[in-house]
């Protein structure tokens, strides 16, 4: 039977050459992110060690915004002499380091990295644990001097001599480029400007007598723990004191979230290669055995028992499993090496020889490859094992079809209907938390139940689709209509691999239309000023900024916003960390915010604060209870609750509450923060475009800084969400790759099955011509049939989002008409494609040898 086997598998490795590909895409998208995350995190993590220092002082701990305050954590420079002092200390040195800043050259143009990695301005100072080298030029000394990385120098074309304005949060200054220095090590695509330590104090902390942190270098035989205690013992509480290894792995974690999404996006990808693959591999093997039929009775006839017959289909399917590991681990390895090298075009330099391929690696891409071809070749493995010997041996089909097909119906409704259940349930939900589980089960189950009733759908709906085919095409239509309904279960498998890629298509579709409507509709609902003036980033900016708007001839009101992390402690007894925002007291007039209770003077006065009413609702809160609210430093103070809002603020934002105040309130307990967005209205009589002319030309100087009226804020909106429908048409392409080489697949075979059928209509007068269209019309109706179960499944989950996203302020339903007519000609092109190669197979095969094809 394993000769046997061998010889089978080596038989027909051509018919199995396209399931191979599926389980190759799969398993090189799960390998190549393995190997890609692996990379990034050794890297850094040899890159964090080496440039640590031993210990590091800095500013304790405090409250986190989901936006920043503008407001720089520091720790007095005199701790240095302190810490110096303490036993077991080699030498300590001041570190000032801002990301919140922007660097512009001479052209007006930002110098920043194009990843989205950050400006770091910091102090230049020789150390064995700097990582970078002076290569060209000179260290900065004095006010007007500056030095920066080569890679940032390279992609900007920054030379030495050249004048660069640095945008901090005292105001802006300018300076010259002495120097350039390279990175030793790995670089993480940072801009880095270096200024000498006095110079970096004054210029981007306003002050002389502060830093960002203190690097603490232990003495000889000194321990980093050790150290870390002794430093401890002489400061007390009010700094974090951490270690290398410690600094490291917060570093590391940092970085867990970029990598992540890279990760959950490949593995994304993977798991629908896997979900449309496995429908593929199921589809081969249903053929090929039942292509079989006489050659497994023979066998059964000669004395195999089920078990081996079972067992030599799965072990074929083993095989299929065990090379397109193989082929999609190396496929995995390139497609790293491709992620290394695109990390590298946009500034982080990752090196190919550092390249990890750790053990769980290939354990996890040859678990993946052999299981999904064990899984989808069991139940056509079960099907061979039932037919018997004398069944067999008369070609005859096996028993049980209307049965089987009975079952599935039956078995499909239930769990349909299970899943209905669950979207009915998620969608009368008020819960977010219940509402998003109920849906995830919902969508699963209707998946299951749409896959399992596929077959029973084929007769209906394919005699609809192609219902015209006999007037429109005559006997060649009739004739393709039939042999797509001829066996339901090989056409259901086969739609069912476009069905999911277009049902995930359909779905997330539907919910990015209708974000972008609520959106919409809530920027025309609430925003009043004409121009919001905001960063590109939503990083605070300087005050220099803010004058120059109130200074433009045709503005009159300027409302400014600034944010800052807080804690609320609520009379339910909870503490709820969240960030609030501040503005000035004309709020109303910019901006239409609508009220449970309360109103805008009430919120912004002095000693008070707004908030949801939903938020309030939950915490049994009422309108003038006094809340403690700790602010950032350890502040506290007890404020009145002024106006509860009917806004929605989504969940895990960071906004918990959609908690406002006044500017005055907000700068009497976090003074030094920045404006993070102005809302500017012309004045009386001023047209809005002299006004947005007049801001663009003050800002000119300022290229992180937007003037934005309504129009453009849903333009940026629908560029964010845009960016889940390049995912989701990413993810779309590969279904469909995989779900053409489905039909691909079985066209082939199904050409092979009907070899003599095909001879015996060409010997009474069927053409070339007429073959091939009859098979590309048998392609177009099941890739059609496949794209109404897919669309019609994708927008059921797509009213489910939905709902679930109106539990979170995102009301307006909306559905993507275009998408949708998209799809439906996409899968008829999607059809003829596929059927290019096997129409022309059966169009050149010589009739007297099919006819006597056996």
Request: aromatic fraction near 6%; glycine fraction near 10%.
């Amino acid at each position: 039977m394993l000769k046997a086997t061998l010889r089978s598998f080596l038989a027909h490795k051509g018919r199995l050459v396209l399931s191979a590909l599926a389980v190759v895409l799969s398993v090189a998208f799960v390998a190549g992110s393995l190997i890609f995350s692996d990379t990034v995190t050794r890297t850094f993590d040899r890159l964090f060690a080496s440039t640590s220092s031993d210990v590091k002082v800095g500013p304790a701990e405090d409250l986190e915004a989901a936006l920043p305050s503008g407001v720089v954590e520091t720790v007095p420079a005199a701790l240095a002499e302190r810490i110096a002092a303490v036993d077991g200390v080699g030498a300590t040195q001041l570190d000032i380091a801002v990301e919140n800043i922007t660097v512009v050259d001479a052209d007006r143009k930002a110098v920043s990295p194009d990843s989205g990695a950050p400006t770091v301005a910091t102090n230049w100072y020789e150390s064995e644990r700097n990582p970078l080298e002076l290569t060209s030029g000179k260290v900065p000394r004095g006010d007007g001097e500056a030095l920066i990385d080569a890679d940032t120098a390279d992609r900007k074309g920054v030379a030495i001599g050249d004048t660069l304005t640095l945008i901090a949060q005292p105001g802006s200054f300018q300076v010259e480029v002495v120097g350039i220095a390279t990175f030793t090590t790995t670089n993480p695509g940072a801009a880095l400007v270096f200024l000498d330590t006095p110079t970096a104090q004054r210029k981007l902390l306003d002050a002389t007598d502060a830093a960002t942190s203190i690097a603490v270098e232990a003495a000889p035989g000194v321990s980093d723990d050790v150290l870390k205690e002794r430093v401890a013992e002489e400061l007390g509480d009010g700094y974090a004191i951490t270690t290398a290894a410690e600094e490291a792995e917060s570093s590391t974690e940092s970085l867990g979230g970029f990598l992540d999404v890279i990760k959950y996006v490949m593995l994304g990808f993977a798991g629908v290669a896997v979900l449309v693959g496995v429908f593929l591999i199921v589809n081969t093997f249903s053929i090929l055995i039942a292509q079989r039929t006489r050659e497994l009775g023979l066998m059964r006839a000669l004395g195999a028992d089920r078990r081996q017959v079972r067992r030599s289909v799965l072990t074929e399917a083993l095989l299929l499993g065990l090379v397109g590991s193989t082929l999609g681990l190396a496929a995995g390895i390139g497609l790293a090496l491709g992620l290394i090298g695109m990390m590298s075009a946009v500034g982080m330099n990752l090196s190919s020889a550092e390249m990890v391929v750790g053990w769980v690696t290939p354990v996890a891409a040859y678990a993946v490859g052999v299981g999904v071809t064990f899984v989808a070749a069991y139940l056509p493995a079960r099907r061979a094992a039932a037919v018997s010997p004398m069944a067999a041996l008369a070609d005859a089909e096996a028993a049980g079809t209307d049965r089987s097909l009975r079952t599935r119906a039956v078995v499909g409704a239930v769990v349909t209907l299970a899943g209905a259940a669950a979207l009915v349930g998620c969608a009368l939900s008020t819960e977010s938390g219940t509402a998003a589980s109920l849906l995830g089960l919902g969508i699963f189950l209707t998946l299951i139940g749409a896959v399992v009733t596929g077959p029973i759908l084929v007769r209906p709906v394919i005699r609809v689709l192609g219902g015209a085919f006999p007037k429109v095409f005559g006997a060649v239509g009739r004739m393709s209509q039939r042999n797509s309904l001829r066996n339901p279960r090989r056409t259901g498998a086969t739609a069912s691999a476009l069905m999911v890629g277009l049902a995930l298509v359909g779905g997330l579709s539907v919910a990015s239309a209708s974000m972008t409507k609520s959106f919409d509709e809530e920027i025309d609902r609430t925003l009043g000023a004409d121009f919001v003036v905001q960063s590109s980033t939503f990083m605070p900016f300087p005050q220099e900024v803010t004058d120059k708007v109130g200074d433009a001839g045709s503005a009159g009101l300027v409302v400014r916003q600034r944010y800052a992390p807080l804690a609320l402690e609520l009379p339910d007894g909870e503490s709820v960390e969240t960030t609030a925002a501040g503005y000035d007291p004309r709020l109303d007039e910019v901006a239409d915010v609508p009220y449970a209770a309360g109103d805008s003077a009430s919120a912004l006065g002095s000693g008070s604060l707004g908030m949801e009413s939903a938020f309030a609702k939950e915490h049994r809160i009422r309108l003038g209870d006094r809340i403690t609210v700790r602010f950032p430093g350890g502040k506290e103070a007890q404020l009145s609750v002024g106006a509860l809002s009917k806004q929605q603020t989504a969940a895990g934002t960071g906004f918990e509450g959609g908690v406002f105040m006044g500017l005055g309130t907000l700068e009497r307990y976090v003074p030094g923060g920045q404006d993070s967005a102005l809302f500017v209205n012309a004045a009386d009589g001023a047209d809005a475009d002299e006004l947005r002319s007049e801001l663009t030309s003050a800002l000119d100087a300022y290229p992180q800084i937007k003037v934005r009226d309504q129009a453009d804020y849903k333009e940026l909106v629908r560029d964010q969400i845009a960016v889940i429908l390049y995912l989701v048409y990413a993810l779309l392409g590969l279904a469909i790759v995989i779900a053409v080489l489905g039909v691909v697949n079985t066209l082939a075979l199904s050409v092979v099955e009907r070899t003599r059928e095909i001879g015996l209509l060409r010997a009474i007068g069927l053409g070339r011509r007429q073959l091939r269209r009859m098979i590309r019309l048998e392609s177009v109706v099941i890739s059609v049939f496949g794209a109404v179960l897919g669309l019609g499944l994708g927008l059921v989950w797509g009213v489910a989002i939905q709902q679930v996203l109106a539990l979170e302020g995102m009301k307006a339903l909306a559905l993507p008409w275009g998408t949708i007519i998209a799809v439906v000609i996409g899968s008829v092109v999607v059809g003829l494609a596929a059927a290019l190669l096997p129409a022309l197979r059966a169009s050149r095969l010589n009739v007297l040898a099919a006819i006597a094809h056996e």
